[in-house]
């Protein structure tokens, strides 16, 4: 990595913290220049507008959700273990957004939007098509299930759990949603010694 991409980088994880607390509509270019501790002149360098700052942003995300993925699966014990850390891994990270942060991103930035969403929908389905076999080999799941049928209703679930317009479920956190989300998709994919499976991990450490 060259001195230019790590600053670009350097600003893209100061950014998204800033994001995730204030929203985007309220962070301004000068707001990001003091929290970088450079000139507005110096930000201008690294990107050439506010949008495109957005946009790194999300894409530097991304880039460590996967990162994450690759962690878990070789780090979990089994199927059941790396989807629960998955899990995990998405309700703390929902806790850290602000509501504001999805509602600006969906209604001023619409084409990262829809970039972001179809990036994280066709990954995301891919580990959990992967996770599911996984799971079926080793007996942990029901083994008349179709992985890329029960994965693609997943995903499909939790783009609609993201998107304000579709479930604005303003009187609950995100979070509470995705746990209760997970505990339903485990309980249809999960035979017996799975449910025992996940009612021992569940017992060593919750879902939250």
């Known amino acids: 990595m060259n001195e230019l991409e790590k600053e670009k980088q350097a600003l893209a994880e100061t950014t998204v913290g800033m994001f ?3 929203g985007i509509k309220s962070v301004s270019m000068d707001d990001v220049a003091r929290e970088m501790g450079v000139s507005k002149k110096t930000l201008y360098q690294l990107v050439s ?3 495109e700052l957005v946009g ?7 880039k460590k959700d996967v990162r994450i993925f690759a962690e878990h699966h070789n780090a979990a014990g089994d199927a059941i ?3 629960l850390r998955n899990s995990r891994y998405f309700i703390r990270e929902m806790r850290e957004i602000s509501p504001a942060t999805l509602h600006d991103l969906q209604k001023y930035y619409p084409a990262i939007w829809k970039g972001m969403v179809r990036e994280h929908h066709q990954e995301f389905e891919r580990k959990l098509v992967r996770n599911i076999e996984r799971g079926m080999e080793e007996g942990l799941y029901r083994n008349n299930i179709d992985p890329q049928v029960v ?8 783009i609609m759990v993201i998107d304000r317009k579709v479930f604005p479920n303003y ?3 995100l979070s509470e949603v995705i746990r209760q989300m997970t505990e339903y998709h485990f309980h249809g994919i999960v035979n017996q010694f799975g449910r025992d499976r996940l009612d021992q991990y569940l017992h060593k450490e919750a879902l939250e």
């Open 56 to 62: 790194m942003v999300m894409e530097e995300d991304f």
């Open 151 to 158: 994965a693609t209703l997943y995903s499909g679930m939790m």
């Open 49 to 51: 507008n506010k949008e």
């Open 81 to 83: 273990d790396e989807f």
């Open 20 to 22: 995730k607390r204030l």
């Open 171 to 173: 009187d609950r956190p």
